[in-house]
């Protein structure tokens, strides 16, 4: 983040620990209640550039 605030990055990739959070407990809840879940469960990255680089720190 720091570099893309000082110019030296234009863009990078953030992941969503509170969405992999929340989609893994679904994912348990599903399993207990007998239901079949996907092997693989995807969560979407945030791209982060200048423009919004404060809202991920």
Known sequence: MTSICNGNLSATVAQQPEKIGQ????????????????????????????ENVENKR
């Not at 893994?24 to 550039?49: E, N, S, Y």
């Open 23 to 50: 989609l893994a407990v679904q994912a348990g809840a599903d399993v207990l209640q007998g239901k079949k879940v996907k092997k693989k469960i995807p969560v979407p990255l945030k791209l982060v550039t200048e």
